[in-house]
Every structure is written in structure tokens, then in C-alpha cells.
């Protein structure tokens, strides 16, 4: 029988503790994730991508995302998407889920389990730095894996700000809006930034040593949330380095300006859980994890949203 799953199922079927769990278990096993379709329908910039993924004696996953930039004019969202699950085995269709939010959950899960894995130990500090979507999810899935002393969240414009920390409030996790985004970056043991930035805002001198730092805004070439030369004085990790290294706008920026090479990206995140190695050098070291999101994330997610469900 074919079972659909709205975004309210979704948010309440992948907690992030569970779920940050399941990328970490999945992630360590094959995937197969192959480059995603792009079509441009209307000729005018507006996108329609096809993300498949599967794993052998599995599930099929294909996600599909529309970006019509012209709607946010009519009031109506820029980026929805519906993922559809088939069986590897048979190939029958399994489910229908709303896959806008199964993104959102799924990429502030990833960057939590980069936190988990590269973040000093003991209380921390967390920065969120934008207001979007993705913010309050962001810090829900930070609070789950480490242990906080404080939540500030910053953005452009200071209501935004405040109006993610009442969201966060209205889920029973305390934050503070941050004005000035210079203290937000000094201030935090941790910084995650999820915006569309297209030129970068985050300076290397804010970055304090032990750091780690999550850019997960910034998914093409030509976007940047932090200053490329922030990234020689870091150890570099990616969601998934081919992907980085094509799309991450930090990253490519870096390399195009002779900053590093593509071999500063360390690991990737399925090789850093499938390792035991404690990745965080010391105290001291400045660690990056930049992510631009693929496929297997998605189907992984989708897994948990089913496994939940029975």
C-alpha cells in the first residue's frame, strides 16, 4: 500500500537525536547517488531537479525539487519538493513524503553530526547566523547532540532574528537574538550559517581558535558565507567532497585563488563515520564543515520517516 507522510509526519516521525543517529549508521553503508538532473522548464532561470538514490536489496529514493524564484512575488514558496520511495526489490512504489521538509531536517542533521564529530567537547556556545527555514531547525538539531551553554541567532534583519529565537522558544529551547553579527562570531564555540549569501560575511579575524564552524548556505560556485581565506587556517571537512569541491562556493573560491588545493577537504562525512579516528586535532584547531547536500542524505531520512512509522 502506498503511504504518504505530510511535513507534519515528518518533523514528528525524525526527531533529531534519532535521526542524527541514522545518517551517522547509514552514511557507513553503500549508497549509490548519481549527479542530479537539472532542467530549466521556462527558460527564464527557474529549476526543476531530479536527486535519485538507492541501495541495492533497498529503497529507491528520487527526490524532486522545484526553485521558482518568481513566486516569492505571488506569496507562494521558491523551493518545494515531494520524494517518492520505491523498493529496489520489486520496484513498487512505498511512499509519498513531503520532501521540503525531510530537506530541512535532513541538512541540519548532517551539520549536527559534523558538529558532534568536530566540535570541542564540554559546554558550548552556539551561533546560528540567518533566518530562514532552516535556522531554528538548525539549532533544535545542535541542541540534541551537544552540550550548550547558549543559543544566540543573528541575521540581517534583527525581527527575523527575533522571531526564529520565539520559534525556538515555543519548542522549549532558550536563545537570544545577537545584533551585531561580529560579536555572534567571536562570542560562539560553534557557528553554523545557513543563508543565501552571494558575497561572503563572515571575517577569518571573528573566528576564534577551537572553533568549528558549519557552512551549509552556500550551494554554489558563486556563493560565500565565509571569506575564503578563513579556510588555510582550518582543517577542512565536506558532506560530500566531489560535491564541495564542484559547488562549494568557500571552498571552489579558495582553490580558484590559489588559497589551497582540493586536497585540503580531509574527509567527507561517510568516511568520517565509517572511522573510529577522533578527527579534532585539539583544543586549538579551526575546523570547517562545508555542505551543499546529496542524495543518499535524503533517502537515509526517508528510511527513518518509514522505520518510524511501522
Known sequence: MLRTFDAAAVARLTPYPALVDALAA??????VSPPR?????LGDGSAFLIMP???TGGLIGVKMVSVWPANAAAGKPTVTALYNVFSCADGMPVAVIDGTELTLRRTAAAAALAARLLARRGRLRLAVL???ALAPELAEAHAAVLDL???TVWGRNPAHAQAVVARLGARGIAA???PELAAAVSGADVIVAATTATAPFIAPEWVRPGTHLGLV???TATMAEAAP???PRATLYADNRAAVLEKGGEVTQAVAAGLITPAAVRAELAEMVGHGAAWRAGAAEITVFKSVGFAALDLLAARQVLAAAE
Open 229 to 231: 581565506a578563513l579556510l
Open 53 to 55: 538514490a538507492w541501495q
Open 130 to 132: 540567518g533566518t530562514g
Open 176 to 178: 537570544a537574538a545577537e
Open 26 to 31: 547509514g552514511l557507513a553503508e553503500p549508497i
Open 37 to 41: 538532473a537539472h532542467f530549466d522548464p
Open 149 to 151: 551553554d547558549a543559543i
Open 217 to 219: 548556505g552556500a550551494f
